[in-house]
T-cell receptor, first 110, second 114 residues
Framework: QQQVKQSPQSLIVQKGGISIINCAYE??????FPWYQQFPGKGPALLIA?????SEKKEGRFTISFNKSAKQFSLHIMDSQPGDSATYFC?????????FGTGTRLTIIP | DAEITQSPRHKITETGRQVTLACHQT?????MFWYRQDLGHGLRLIHY???????NKGEVSDGYSVSRSNTEDLPLTLESAASSQTSVYFC?????????????FGPGTRLTVL
């Protein structure tokens, strides 16, 4: 049973455009929702995270939008750059354990 | 600087052999985790530990074991390696009861079982 569903599986965006990745969760006991960024050959690294008591969090070009009633959250990357090309994972936490989505491979083209 | 390391980075073994993957962190974190990463599945939790002598099964624990004898290390053992265990393995750690549940990941071990 996949508790965190992520889409799309892959995404191609032009430089300067907006990249949007969506996730949906099932378990309302999740209490922390991070996004991780992973470059080839590296381990995932925390990008940005949100608690369910806020609807939006912004850090630089990265924004999480959170809809508690719909049990959905999304990552928006503004002014996407070639250096943003990576795999992105959403996750949901409960009892300090993370459940990950299946990942989105983002490619930014010039 | 605090870090989390994994060894070996690459390992090729044969079906039926016992294999141990090492994970060492200098964050002094109580929580440690092992994941496997496979295309189409994301990261799946194998085992985790909330402190010394504590171990718990994750989503895909069959065929794997861990032991936690100190804060810094959580070795992952494959009792009898199978081809289905060919994967990239990541270790992670986090502070217990922190304001966030940020997990810090190691660089990964690519394991091939022939």
């Amino acid at each position: 049973q996949q508790q965190v569903k992520q889409s799309p599986q892959s995404l191609i965006v032009q430089k300067g455009g907006i990249s949007i990745i969506n996730c949906a969760y099932e378990n309302t006991a999740f209490d922390y929702f991070p996004w991780y960024q992973q470059f080839p050959g590296k381990g995932p690294a925390l990008l940005i995270a949100i608690r369910p008591d806020v609807s939006e969090k912004k850090e630089g070009r990265f924004t999480i939008s959170f809809n508690k009633s719909a049990k959905q959250f999304s990552l928006h990357i503004m002014d996407s750059q070639p250096g943003d090309s990576a795999t992105y994972f959403c996750a949901a936490s409960m009892s300090e354990k993370l459940t990950f989505g299946t990942g989105t491979r983002l490619t930014i083209i010039p | 600087d605090a870090e989390i390391t994994q060894s070996p980075r690459h390992k090729i073994t044969e079906t039926g052999r016992q294999v141990t993957l090492a994970c060492h962190q200098t964050w002094n974190h109580n929580n440690m985790f092992w994941y496997r990463q496979d295309l189409g599945h994301g990261l799946r939790l194998i085992h985790y530990s909330y402190g010394v002598h504590d171990t718990n099964k994750g989503e895909v624990s069959d065929g794997y074991s861990v032991s936690r004898s100190n804060t810094e290390d959580l070795p992952l053992t494959l009792e009898s390696a199978a081809s289905s265990q060919t994967s990239v393995y990541f270790c992670a750690s986090s502070a217990a009861g922190g304001a966030t549940d940020t997990q810090y990941f190691g660089p990964g071990t690519r394991l091939t079982v022939l």
